[in-house]
């Protein structure tokens, strides 16, 4: 894996030769198309980013899971650089998704493996309910929508600062939402920040809060499981997440990477990963009838 001291003396190098390395996919998507990016060769494992996010929200696990997998990351609809849905709800979401997938994968290679973080969760539990043929499982990461109390993120201006003054907005904006110690809100993160958060023009609040994800998850027939970050800020308590859950999915299996806050795949990569493959590794269970 190349070196955090390196990944941050120079992010958009780091990034752009990342992405050179991928195979790049686009699929129909409203009145465009939608675009995935692909790494490593294996079981298919498709990755889908928080809201106001893009394909970087995997930025530190892609070069470790393509090891292991096959990675297909979705740029979602209304992110990065893929088009907005026909429709801008789950619905339409859901319909770029398993097009998407279909024409990947092909129905031999599916159903797959998805994992979701954030409001990618919760737009790939809406995919695995209503595409049913896609989902294998799904692994959901740090998602709202559970109906459960959130936290409270601090959000500062941004517009009108410079220079050191802005880059420590944009730190503060960092820990005051995804991610938990200073250290983690280094020089890629705060580069990546605007220009996805710019880049996405689909409003995801409205469809994950206050229960979107609880409601439908009983609708999902392949097994659901979570990674929670300990100190997950806008998602907080573990626990009372993981109780939510297991009132749709008893069996789940429901793992914690500490010290880690809601972007935890960013903030402790190793951890993340090494939980979502003991998760991958297990054989997929039947879920009873709802």
């Not at 209304?78 to 619905?91: I, L, N, Q």
């Not at 880049?199 to 994800?213: E, F, H, I, M, Q």
């Amino acid at each position: 894996m190349t070196p955090v001291a390196e990944q941050n003396a120079d992010p958009a190098a780091f990034l752009a030769a990342l992405e050179a390395q991928a195979q790049r996919v686009e699929t129909p998507c409203g009145d465009g198309t939608m675009v995935w990016r692909i790494w490593g060769e294996g079981p298919a494992l498709v990755l889908a980013h928080g809201a106001q996010g893009s394909w970087t929200h995997w930025v530190r696990n892609i070069e470790s899971l393509s090891r292991h997998y096959r990675l297909i990351i979705a740029d979602l609809p209304g992110h990065g650089d893929s088009a907005m849905p026909e429709t801008e709800d789950h619905e339409g979401i859901s319909k770029a998704l398993a097009q998407g997938l279909e024409e990947i994968l092909g129905t031999e290679g599916l159903p797959v493996d998805l994992c979701g973080f954030s409001f990618g969760g919760v737009a790939l539990a809406h995919l695995a309910a209503l595409h049913p043929h896609v989902a294998r499982r799904l692994v959901i990461v740090g998602c709202g929508g559970l109906g459960t109390p959130m936290g409270h993120p601090r959000l500062g201006r941004i517009s009108g600062l410079v220079g050191e003054e802005r880059r420590a907005a944009l730190k503060a904006n960092l820990l005051g939402l995804m991610l938990h110690y200073p250290d983690s809100a280094d020089d890629l993160a705060i580069h990546m920040l605007l220009p996805t958060a710019k880049a996405a023009r689909l409003n995801a609040s409205g469809l994950v809060l206050p229960d979107r994800l609880l409601k439908i998850l009983p609708g999902i027939k392949a097994p659901v499981d979570a990674i929670w970050g300990t100190l997950d800020l806008p998602h907080p308590d573990p626990a009372a997440q993981e109780a939510v859950l297991r009132t749709v999915q008893p069996d789940m299996l429901f793992r914690v990477v500490d010290n880690s806050g809601h972007w935890a795949m960013y903030e402790r990569p190793e951890s993340f990963e090494r939980e979502l493959q003991s998760i991958l590794s297990t054989p997929v269970r039947s879920v009873p009838s709802q």
